[in-house]
Structure formats: structure tokens, C-alpha cells
């Protein structure tokens, strides 16, 4: 099945300052690649997703690159603001050649933490 | 509309119990999916649903998890015999069609067992 490994567990940004989360994937085929929000005692929700046929995208303070060649991908939040404050996952779907599955592989998260 | 709902939105139980969690979908929406994620953990897969067929169950822990989803809409997760393991909180998510499309995640149940 697929791997999806996330990097930091924990990151700690002054307010204004830039973060970056970084997530990798073992299956090539993988070809959508979202990120969730989630805080503290609420329900994961999506900010962002790229799809295999872009390299980048971006949406406000929040973009999302993609090197498919190195299957990594990440999140770029800019200009921090204290509700960034959450619990970001990755994710990536497998199985989608061998008709195996229909489910999103999740990283396990960063904490990230802005500080005024 | 009205975005996914499940019941219950807390459940404690005694070790050895049956508990039901019920997730409502997004109307419209084919795809179902049952995660669960314990305290300050990541999202577990659980099983997902196309309609009301279940191809892959392979994320179940043990026999004593089942899931059904009827009429392509409300799905049931079973836990039977509840151990003090399987205290989490349990997610459901619909989407449109597949998995990717966005998932649309419920408030979840957080499930304790004593």
C-alpha cells in the first residue's frame, strides 16, 4: 500500500513568518495529493489539493508544490496568523492501477504552532 | 446542505459491549469512508464504501468491526465485544465519487470504553 511519511510532527513559526510541511509517497500512480486542517476538537477539513498534472498551486497565503519525479510534496503557508494554528495532514490515494483500493493514505500530521 | 452527521457525538460503553455509530453523507455523494483516529494520532482507515458495497475492508482491526451502508446513503459502523483499545474517535467522510474528490469529514464519535 501506499507510504506517505510527513515532516515535522511539530513546527513552531513567530506570527508573519513562513511554514513548510513536507510529505512523500511510494506509489507512482498516485495522481491527487490534498492537505487538511484540522483543530483542535474539530473535523479535518481541505485547504488545499493538487492534482498530478501541475507542478504548483497556489491559494492566498497557501500554496502546495509538487515533484512527481521525486513523489514529494509540500505546504507553503505565508505571513502566519495564530489561527493557522492546527494540525495539517497530508494525503495520497493508491491502489489506483491495480484497482486495489479507493482510500487516501494520510501522513501523520504537523503540529504547527504560531506564535505572536 | 447539510454537511455529514454522525450520532452519536459522544459514546462511553463498558468493555464487552456492542456500540453503533451512524454517519449521514452528503446527499448525493457515492463514496463513503470510516476512519478512526486516536487521541493526537493520524487519520486510520477504516473501510470505504461505493454505493453500498464495501470493496475494501482491509483497514477492519479485527472481526469484531463491521460496517454496512444501505440504500446508498446512512452507513452503520459495529463495533462488537468493545475493548478499552478501541476508545478513539471515529471520522466519517463522504465525497462526490472517489477518493479524489474532496472528502467532506463529519464531526465524528468519540467512543470510550471503560
Known amino acids: 500500500g501506499e507510504n506517505v511519511e510527513q515532516h515535522p510532527s511539530t513546527l513552531s513559526v513567530q506570527e508573519g513568518d513562513s511554514a513548510v510541511i513536507k510529505c512523500t509517497y511510494s506509489?507512482?500512480?498516485?495522481?491527487?495529493f490534498p492537505w487538511y486542517k484540522q483543530e483542535l476538537g474539530k473535523r479535518p477539513q481541505l485547504i488545499i489539493d493538487?492534482?498530478?498534472?501541475?507542478g504548483e498551486k497556489k491559494d492566498q497565503r497557501i500554496a502546495v508544490t509538487l515533484n512527481k519525479t521525486a513523489k514529494h510534496f509540500s505546504l507553503h503557508i505565508t505571513e502566519t496568523q495564530p489561527e493557522d494554528s492546527a494540525v495539517y495532514f497530508c494525503a495520497a490515494p493508491w491502489g489506483l492501477l491495480t484497482g486495489g483500493g479507493n482510500k487516501l493514505t494520510f501522513g501523520t500530521g504537523t503540529q504547527l504552532k504560531v506564535e505572536l | 446542505g447539510a454537511g455529514v452527521s454522525q450520532s452519536p457525538s459522544n459514546k462511553v460503553t463498558e468493555k464487552g459491549k456492542d456500540v453503533e455509530l451512524r454517519c449521514d453523507p452528503i446527499?448525493?455523494?457515492?463514496?463513503l469512508y470510516w476512519y478512526r483516529q486516536s487521541l493526537g494520532q493520524g487519520l486510520e482507515f477504516l473501510i470505504y464504501f461505493q454505493g453500498n458495497s464495501a470493496p475494501d475492508k482491509s483497514g477492519l482491526p479485527s472481526d469484531r468491526f463491521s460496517a454496512e451502508r444501505t440504500g446508498g446513503s446512512v452507513s452503520t459502523l459495529t463495533i462488537q465485544r468493545t475493548q478499552q483499545e478501541d476508545s478513539a474517535v471515529y471520522l466519517c467522510?463522504?465525497?462526490?465519487?472517489?477518493?479524489?474528490?474532496?472528502?467532506?469529514f463529519g464531526p465524528g464519535t468519540r467512543l470510550t470504553v471503560t
Open positions: 493538487i492534482r498530478s498534472n501541475v
Open positions: 506509489d507512482s500512480a498516485s495522481n491527487y
Open positions: 467522510a463522504s465525497s462526490l465519487v472517489s477518493n479524489v474528490d474532496e472528502q467532506y
Open positions: 446527499s448525493g455523494h457515492t463514496a
